[in-house]
């Protein structure tokens, strides 16, 4: 089976302008969580999505949102980019039990690497 | 809020030796405990999940243990390879959420 795949790999932007990533999580998953990586850094949690709905939102101001679709592939949007957004962006997907937290294993993708100028 | 510290940032080996990487986190009450392994620029690989009531999980050369009133976590590597070499990350879940909060890592290079 396929795992977490990601779109882009790369991307450049220059400040201002908006972004769209995109992740298909493993077959069976219905959960999707993004992450933010700058360098030298742990990741930091930006959102989770379950069942189309939002399930978690980390400390990210409001440029940022996302959303899943019916198959469960998800979108992450940053408008009016700055510099600071240049980051490793990862998607996790796991079979996340409704009403608790996971006791399952995330799966992380292979990231989109994001600059901008 | 919930930190989570890994010592050291780095580390360095010769082939062959057996390694410990630590990790630490503040507030105990977590669901589970995620130690995964990242090669430059790329993803995160999942190498073992530690659940809460559990205290520690082998999966091959690696062996992680949990002390979860102590906050404290363990990875320990036997008989290291050059090709273990990359970034390891332990993480933390908590309630309500897949919200996992990461450590900074602890880069291990094995020396040939």
């Known amino acids: 089976d396929a795992g977490v795949t990601q779109s882009p790999t790369h991307l450049i932007k220059t400040r201002g302008q908006h972004v769209t990533l995109r992740c298909s999580p493993i077959?069976?998953?219905?959960?999707v969580s993004w992450y933010q990586q700058v360098l030298g850094q742990g990741p930091q949690f930006i959102f989770q999505?379950?069942?189309?709905?939002?399930?978690g939102r980390g400390n990210f101001p409001d440029r940022f949102s996302a959303r899943q679709f019916p198959n469960y592939s998800s979108e992450l949007n940053v408008n009016a980019l700055l510099l600071g957004d240049s980051a490793l962006y990862l998607c996790?997907?796991?079979?996340?039990?409704?009403?608790?937290?996971?006791?399952?294993?995330?799966?992380f993708g292979p990231g989109t690497r994001l600059l901008v100028l | 809020k919930q930190e989570v510290t890994q010592i050291p940032a780095a580390l360095s080996v010769p082939e062959g030796e057996n390694l410990v990487l630590n990790c630490s986190f503040t507030?105990?009450?977590?669901?589970?405990l995620q130690w995964f392994r990242q090669d430059p620029g790329k993803g995160l690989t999942s190498l073992l999940l530690?659940?809460?009531?559990?205290r520690e999980q082998t999966s091959g050369r690696l062996n992680a243990s949990l002390d979860k009133s102590s906050g404290r976590s363990t990875l320990y590597i036997a008989a290291s390879q050059p090709g273990d070499s990359a970034t390891y990350l332990c993480?933390?879940?908590?309630?309500?959420?897949?919200?996992?909060?990461f450590g900074k890592g602890t880069k291990l290079t094995v020396n040939p």
């Open positions: 993480a933390v879940s908590q309630g309500g959420s897949e919200k996992l909060v």
């Open positions: 077959s069976g998953h219905k959960s």
């Open positions: 530690i659940q809460s009531s559990q």
């Open positions: 999505y379950y069942e189309k709905e939002e399930r």
């Open positions: 996790a997907s796991s079979l996340f039990a409704s009403g608790g937290a996971s006791r399952e294993t995330q799966y």
């Open positions: 507030d105990s009450a977590i669901y589970n």
